[in-house]
C-alpha cells in the first residue's frame, strides 16, 4: 500500500475526489447556539448559514483530538500503509496541526508527518491533491512530502467577504481593522500570505470585489498553467460569475476547475455572501 493521505473537513474537497484518490478526511467540530456536530458529517453549510443569520448567533469551531489523529494514524499503518502523511489548514487559523503532530509525535514521527498548508479550503486541497498524486505514483514519505509541500508554495487563495464581522467574532482578524471596515461601509477582499488572514484590498461594492478577485487571481496566475477552485457560502451565482469570468481569462491555460460551497467551519468565520478563489500553478 502506498502512503496514505489524510487531511481535514476544512478542505472542502469534492466527494468523488476523496474517494478516487483514497483520502482519509478527519472532521472538526462546529458548535451552533450549542448544538455540536462533526463538520460535514453532522453539520453542513446550511445548518450554519441559517443560524448566521438570526438575531443570536453564538457559533465556535474546534479542532480534532490529538486521540482521534492517532487513532487514524494507526489504522493506516495497520492496514499497511508505508507511512503517512497528513496535511492541514493554517496553524494561524485553527490549533488542528498541532493536535496532528502530538498524534505523529506518539505514533512514531519517522512514519507520519504533518504538513501546515498554511491555507484552508482548497489552498489545503491542491496541496492534498498533489501528495495524493506522488504516493499514487509511488513516491515514499519525503517524497510525498515534498510534492505536498511544493504544491502549498504554488497555491495562492483570495477571498471576499460582506462584513469583517464574522472574522473579528472569531478572533481571525484585529479587531480595530474590522472597525475601520465597518465604519467606512467597505467590501474587503483578504488573503492569506503566511498563513493568516490579511486584508488584501478594499472595495465599496460587492461587484466591484468579484471583479478585484478575477484580476487579483489572473495576476496570481501569471504566465502558468493553472487549476482553479471557487468556494462561496450561500452565494452560488457569485461563484458562477468567478468561474465563468476566469474561465474567458484564463483560456487555454486554465485545466482543473471546481466549485464546492464552504464548509460550517470556515462559514462561521466568513459569514454568508463569501466568494473564494484557489489558484494553483502547475509545476
Same mark, same amino acid.
Not at 484518490?21 to 441559517?50: M, Q, Y
Not at 512514531?108 to 498524486?133: C, E, Y
Given at each position: 500500500m502506498p502512503v496514505a493521505v489524510v487531511t481535514d473537513s476544512t478542505a472542502y474537497l469534492p466527494p468523488e475526489l476523496v474517494r478516487a484518490h483514497r483520502l482519509t478526511v478527519i472532521p472538526l467540530t462546529v458548535v451552533l447556539n450549542g448544538a455540536e456536530g462533526l463538520e460535514g458529517v453532522e453539520t453542513f453549510p446550511e445548518d450554519a448559514t441559517r443560524v448566521l443569520g438570526g438575531?443570536?448567533?453564538?457559533?465556535?469551531?474546534?479542532?480534532?483530538?490529538p486521540e482521534q489523529f492517532a487513532q487514524v494514524y494507526r489504522q493506516l499503518l495497520?492496514?499497511?500503509?508505508?507511512g503517512v502523511v497528513s496535511v492541514h489548514?493554517?496553524?494561524e487559523?485553527?490549533?488542528?496541526v498541532e493536535a496532528a503532530r502530538l498524534a505523529a509525535a506518539e505514533v512514531g514521527d519517522d512514519r507520519v508527518t504533518v504538513i501546515d498548508s498554511r491555507s484552508t479550503g482548497m489552498g489545503l486541497g491542491f496541496p492534498v491533491l498533489a501528495a495524493a498524486a506522488a504516493a499514487a505514483q509511488g513516491a515514499d514519505l519525503t517524497g510525498v512530502r515534498h510534492a505536498a509541500l511544493d504544491a502549498v508554495g504554488r497555491t495562492t487563495i483570495f477571498f471576499y467577504v460582506d462584513t469583517l464581522e464574522f !472574522?473579528? +467574532?472569531g478572533g481571525r482578524i484585529n479587531a480595530a481593522e474590522a472597525l475601520l471596515g465597518t465604519a467606512l461601509s467597505v467590501k474587503p477582499i483578504m488573503h492569506m500570505p503566511d498563513g493568516s488572514i490579511v486584508v488584501r484590498d478594499k472595495v465599496r461594492t460587492a461587484?466591484?470585489?468579484i471583479a478585484r478577485l478575477v484580476d487579483l487571481a489572473v495576476e496570481a496566475a501569471g504566465d502558468a498553467d493553472v487549476d482553479l477552485a471557487v468556494h462561496h457560502l450561500a452565494a452560488p451565482q457569485r461563484a458562477d460569475q468567478l468561474l465563468a469570468a476566469l474561465?474567458?481569462?484564463?483560456?487555454?491555460?486554465?485545466?482543473?476547475?471546481?466549485?464546492?460551497?464552504?464548509?460550517?467551519?470556515?462559514?462561521?468565520?466568513?459569514?454568508?455572501?463569501?466568494?473564494?478563489?484557489? !489558484?494553483? +500553478?502547475?509545476?
Amino acid at each position: 500500500m502506498p502512503v496514505a493521505v489524510v487531511t481535514d473537513s476544512t478542505a472542502y474537497l469534492p466527494p468523488e475526489l476523496v474517494r478516487a484518490h483514497r483520502l482519509t478526511v478527519i472532521p472538526l467540530t462546529v458548535v451552533l447556539n450549542g448544538a455540536e456536530g462533526l463538520e460535514g458529517v453532522e453539520t453542513f453549510p446550511e445548518d450554519a448559514t441559517r443560524v448566521l443569520g438570526g438575531r443570536r448567533v453564538t457559533v465556535s469551531t474546534s479542532r480534532p483530538a490529538p486521540e482521534q489523529f492517532a487513532q487514524v494514524y494507526r489504522q493506516l499503518l495497520a492496514d499497511g500503509a508505508d507511512g503517512v502523511v497528513s496535511v492541514h489548514l493554517s496553524a494561524e487559523l485553527s490549533g488542528t496541526v498541532e493536535a496532528a503532530r502530538l498524534a505523529a509525535a506518539e505514533v512514531g514521527d519517522d512514519r507520519v508527518t504533518v504538513i501546515d498548508s498554511r491555507s484552508t479550503g482548497m489552498g489545503l486541497g491542491f496541496p492534498v491533491l498533489a501528495a495524493a498524486a506522488a504516493a499514487a505514483q509511488g513516491a515514499d514519505l519525503t517524497g510525498v512530502r515534498h510534492a505536498a509541500l511544493d504544491a502549498v508554495g504554488r497555491t495562492t487563495i483570495f477571498f471576499y467577504v460582506d462584513t469583517l464581522e464574522f !472574522l473579528r +467574532r472569531g478572533g481571525r482578524i484585529n479587531a480595530a481593522e474590522a472597525l475601520l471596515g465597518t465604519a467606512l461601509s467597505v467590501k474587503p477582499i483578504m488573503h492569506m500570505p503566511d498563513g493568516s488572514i490579511v486584508v488584501r484590498d478594499k472595495v465599496r461594492t460587492a461587484s466591484r470585489g468579484i471583479a478585484r478577485l478575477v484580476d487579483l487571481a489572473v495576476e496570481a496566475a501569471g504566465d502558468a498553467d493553472v487549476d482553479l477552485a471557487v468556494h462561496h457560502l450561500a452565494a452560488p451565482q457569485r461563484a458562477d460569475q468567478l468561474l465563468a469570468a476566469l474561465t474567458e481569462r484564463l483560456g487555454d491555460r486554465l485545466h482543473d476547475t471546481y466549485v464546492t460551497e464552504a464548509g460550517a467551519v470556515i462559514a462561521a468565520h466568513a459569514g454568508p455572501g463569501l466568494a473564494c478563489v484557489v !489558484l494553483h +500553478r502547475r509545476p
